[in-house]
């Protein structure tokens, strides 16, 4: 019988991540015909959630001498903290992962496994919203945000909040089967075929830097986001050369200035798409965008749908056909 851990890190975990994995691994058992996977909750002690409900570990981690899988929950904000309260739970999952288990991280729980220093040099996914701190503190990591599973051999991410299940019916998949994959994704209502976060990332330029220039060609680019801006004509506004203002600009956002305006024109046709009734074409001419076929392909390139697929998704009102 195969071995499940289920962590409860110090700090703030998200305590709904461990009992939903925990809710949906247990269905899975009482599903599946065959071997069983024993699961448990491990840790060094309860944690509650602001003083409504808490959860019990059926054991310290310490006393699991060898387990196959280890599930890391979502952590709270206060990412360098939790760390540090954590190191040495985070010694016995690099342990554990040496003797053969296999871990996987849901949500925000990828620092943890991060900082294992497993994930250097490979893929990596967390919530969009994280993704800045989780570079900053692990450059090394290949962080994929638009991804909503990374499998690394035995090591597996996944995107955040609630489609962190998804990674748990892939888990079930590979250690039961398919049919009570589908099974679970039925009772508890999960998109069984999701493969992205994308359509979810909401852009916020990262302005988190100490560059004062690169910042006001930033914030250039947001007050003329529907305009035509050359990146060679803004590297000449601020006097900077064309290179230079390259460099500058991908180690302060970790975009390149294309990247970062295709970007906020995304994110602005987004925010129409979502809350005004003006056709596609309107849309795109309003960030500056004259071809259709380009202002499609760079539109599914950040959020994994079509403006109209997006728009069917996201806006109230009947959709607008162009």
Known sequence: MKHVSIIIPQGEPILSCITLAYEVLVRANQYHQGP?????????????????FSVQPHKHYKDVDKTDLIIIPAIQKNFDGVLKENKALIEWVRDQ????????????????????GLLQGRQCSTHWQAANAFRQ???????????????NHGLYTTGGAISSMNLVLYLIEKNFDRETAIYVAKVFEIDINRSSQSPFIIFVGQKNHEDDQIRKAQLFMENNVGEKILVSELADKFAIGRRHFDRRFIKATGNTPAEYLQRIKVEAAKKDLETTQKNIHEVMYDIGYSDIKAFREVFRKY??????????????ETAVVF
Do not use: M, W
């Not at 992962?97 to 294992?116: M, W, Y």
């Open 303 to 316: 959020t994994g749908l079509s403006p109209l697929d997006y728009r069917n998704r996201y806006n109230k």
């Open 36 to 52: 069983k996977l024993k699961v448990e909750i491990v840790g060094k002690r309860s944690r509650s959630h602001e003083g409504l």
């Open 137 to 151: 503190l692990f450059p090394t990591v290949d962080l994929a945000t638009e991804k909503l599973i990374t499998d």
């Open 97 to 116: 992962h040496l003797a053969g288990a296999e871990i996987a991280s849901l949500c925000t729980g990828a620092f943890l496994l991060a900082s294992t």
